[in-house]
């Protein structure tokens, strides 16, 4: 196992659908020096999907804007904070029910926050109408595989 | 992009080149509902050989293909799913609308098309 210690990045993108790839492969190449498995991986951008896809479709109605996304290596914890400026959430804990959406005409699963929770260790969800959301994610890398 | 799938019969085969998230899924839905329609497709079959990726986004897409095949008693088949893909499906339960198979010509035996 390759000595960690600590490293941190910061991004801003556009609002936009083709962003989610981008964010992704950005997420992947920042936790490699992690030596995460493939599954680890996996959930790890699934996560990331989810609260980039949450921000575009929900946050922002599909009208853009910007969404902000950091992440810091702390040894082998991997936490990522992605936020926008948008509409907010009234209810949060209701929006984090699974099934729940307020998309259900646009084919929407009500899975998202699901997903975040179930794929990372932790999942915290900051919110106010009018005030944006922050989503903030942790994730234990394993060592010594 | 290049059309991403194929019918044979009434067959509609997708073979996913691209991550199944929001993005492709909102470029996907109107042609594959297209052709659902006007090539009288009862089953789809969704391969994920190429690649292997899918958020929530892919659930919500293989849910309304599903409603919209209900009608003609059509079925969707998934083909290849690694590891990955099966932990998605039985943590949405997807498996309870889909029916996987080993392969594309295993999928399209059983839903009577000619290989």
């Known amino acids: ?145 | 992009m290049a059309e991403p799938y194929t019918v044979k019969g009434d067959c509609l085969i997708i073979h996913f080149e691209e991550e199944l998230d929001h993005h492709l899924t909102e470029k996907l839905r109107d042609v594959i509902d297209g052709v659902i329609e006007s090539r009288g497709i009862r089953y789809l079959i969704l391969d994920f050989e190429n690649q292997s990726f899918m958020d929530s986004s892919g659930i919500g897409f293989i849910m309304g293909r599903y409603k919209r095949l209900a009608p003609y008693r059509g079925k969707i088949y998934v083909t290849n799913l690694g590891r990955g893909l099966e932990r998605i499906f039985k943590i949405a339960g997807l498996y309870t609308i889909t029916v996987e198979k080993d392969s594309v010509d295993a999928a399209l035996c059983e839903a009577g098309g000619k290989i």
């Open chain 1, 1 to 145: 196992m390759m000595s960690t210690g600590s490293n941190r990045f910061y991004m801003e993108m556009d609002a936009v659908s083709e962003n989610e790839a981008f964010a992704r492969v950005c997420i992947a190449a920042f936790c490699a020096r992690l030596d995460p498995t493939l599954e680890e991986i996996n959930d790890i951008k699934t996560a990331v999907s989810e609260a980039v896809t949450n921000s575009i479709i929900h946050g922002y109605r599909k009208q853009g804007g910007v969404i902000h996304m950091q992440a810091d290596i702390d040894d082998n914890i991997l936490t990522i904070c992605i936020s926008d400026d948008g509409c907010g959430i009234a209810d949060v804990n209701k929006a984090m029910e699974p099934l729940y959406t307020t998309g259900a005409l646009e084919e929407r699963s009500g899975m998202g926050f699901t997903f975040m929770e179930i794929f990372m260790d932790c999942l915290q969800v900051e919110s106010e109408p009018g005030k944006g959301t922050k989503v903030i994610m942790k994730k234990e890398i394993s060592k010594n595989k």
